[in-house]
């Protein structure tokens, strides 16, 4: 019964290929999220959707495109890898609005080699 | 989005001491979250802080907002082993925006 699941865990991959990390939330929350964790821990929001509309759009490369197809999934494709797109990506989601708190899932460590 | 520091960025504590975190903004917060991460792990929710002046105390755990809400601490007292782990503040906007979160190690 775990609340938000990602897969996979773990993802080593070459540089230039493509990649996708898959997101579920079981919370009935309306809004999910993506955050990139790198090597010093430091947390940057990169998408957020609101029942399946974007909300959010850091400064990302283009190269990273998110996928919401019903409000309690949220996909991220990265097509082209590069070595600095290596860091942990955590999926989080949480009710509509601010006074809420975030769960996040257990994160996919992504290594480009 | 709003910014926030925090410091120190390590400490290391013997264990039973107590130590506080600071989590400092130049701009007025409307509520400000604090998460837990162990090493290996995920951000875990802690609480949140909205009023100002407000302090909340989860067991040995003691969350302080300021009166002009622009800063926040964590405060742990008799730390343990199981205190280990990064703690980060986050402003919460239209975002959650993290700090760079104090990592914290437990000397037995």
């Known amino acids: 019964d775990t609340a938000v699941s990602q897969t996979p865990k773990y993802l080593v991959t070459q540089m230039g290929n493509d990649k996708s990390i898959k997101c579920e939330q079981n919370l009935g929350h309306d809004t999910m999220y993506w955050y990139k964790q790198d090597s010093k821990k430091f947390l940057k929001i990169m998408f957020s959707y609101n029942n399946k509309e974007l909300i959010i759009n850091e400064t990302v490369p283009n190269r990273f495109s998110p996928k919401s197809p019903d409000k309690a999934h949220l996909n991220l494709h990265i097509n082209s890898l590069e070595l600095g797109d290596s860091a942990v990506y955590f999926c989080a989601s949480s009710p509509r609005g601010s006074m809420y708190g975030y769960t996040f899932g257990s994160g996919t460590r992504l290594t480009v080699v | 989005g709003q910014q926030v520091m925090q410091i120190p960025q390590y400490q290391h504590v013997q264990e039973g001491e107590d130590f506080t975190t600071y989590c400092n903004s130049s701009?007025?917060?409307?509520?400000i979250q604090w998460y837990k991460q162990r090493p290996g792990g995920h951000p875990v929710f802690l609480i949140q802080l909205v009023k100002s002046g407000e302090v909340k105390k989860q067991k040995r755990l003691t969350f302080q907002f300021g009166e002009a809400k622009k800063n926040s601490s964590l405060h742990i007292t008799a730390t343990q082993t199981t205190d280990v782990g990064t703690y980060f503040c986050?402003?919460?906007?239209?975002?959650?925006?993290f700090g760079a979160g104090t990592t914290v190690t437990v000397r037995a």
């Open positions: 986050a402003a919460n906007d239209y975002k959650l925006s």
């Open positions: 701009t007025t917060l409307s509520n």
